[in-house]
């Protein structure tokens, strides 16, 4: 099976503090993403990743930044955390275009 | 822009069939439909590629209008497991990778 994981499953961080999140996937998939996640506004893509040290910004990536020095590990970044960035954090993982993602878990991080 | 889910939510008895609605402005590579219990990840049910193919899994089937952008998730004879979330996400080939964009999802709750 498909197995996307994620650092932490809850996160309380302070205004200002940097915060890092990663995802490892055991399936050797190319693409990976990052999405947050809130009420009413379904899933909303930050970054994704389609090779090793290659990413593209998705629709929300003001804030944020990431890093994929490892094809299995995808990091998500917040320089400056705000109490905006309170949020569910959702990483995926794919085989390519017009195959399913795989999700892991999710972090609940808080920004107090 | 994130496609256009209806309705927003349903509410469906045991044995009853419902319909869950996704249009985009967008050319589609695929569609995909995506449900989310609770408290957990989401969970891929099928993909749709161009081509207007139409996919079924148990009782649950979906559609893809290529020329109007459109797809259709349909649940026959509900089941109370089939209560969550329902996401679509239109994806989109840009060359190098593909994007895939989530609508802001269908509250399903089937009752007995």
């Known amino acids: 099976d498909v197995k996307v994981t994620q650092s932490s499953r809850y996160l309380v961080k302070r205004t200002g503090e940097k915060v890092f999140l990663e995802c490892v996937q055991d399936m050797d998939h190319e693409n990976m993403f990052w999405y947050r996640q809130d009420p009413g506004l379904g899933l909303r893509l930050i970054y994704f990743?389609?090779?090793?040290?290659?990413?593209e910004k998705g629709d929300i990536p003001e804030g944020y930044s990431v890093s994929r020095e490892k094809k299995e590990r995808f990091s998500l970044i917040l320089e400056s955390a705000s109490t905006n960035q309170t949020s569910m954090y959702l990483c995926?993982?794919?085989?390519?275009?017009?195959?399913?993602?795989?999700f892991g878990p999710g972090t609940r991080l808080t920004v107090l | 822009q994130q496609p256009v889910q209806s309705p927003q939510a349903v509410i469906l008895r045991e044995g009853e069939d419902a319909v869950i609605n996704c249009s985009s402005s967008?050319?589609?590579?695929?569609v995909h439909w995506y449900r989310q219990k609770h408290g957990e990840a989401p969970v891929f049910l099928m993909i749709?590629?161009?081509?207007?193919e139409q996919k079924g899994h148990d009782k649950i089937s979906a559609s893809f209008n290529e020329k109007k952008q459109q797809s259709s998730l349909y649940l026959t004879a509900s089941q109370l497991s089939y209560s969550g979330t329902y996401f679509c996400g239109t994806e989109i080939w840009r060359g190098t990778a593909s994007k895939l964009t989530f609508g802001t999802g269908t509250r399903l709750q089937v009752t007995l």
């Open positions: 749709l590629l161009k081509g207007g």
């Open positions: 995926a993982s794919s085989l390519g275009v017009g195959n399913e993602q795989f």
């Open positions: 967008k050319a589609l590579y695929s």
């Open positions: 990743s389609y090779d090793v040290k290659m990413k």
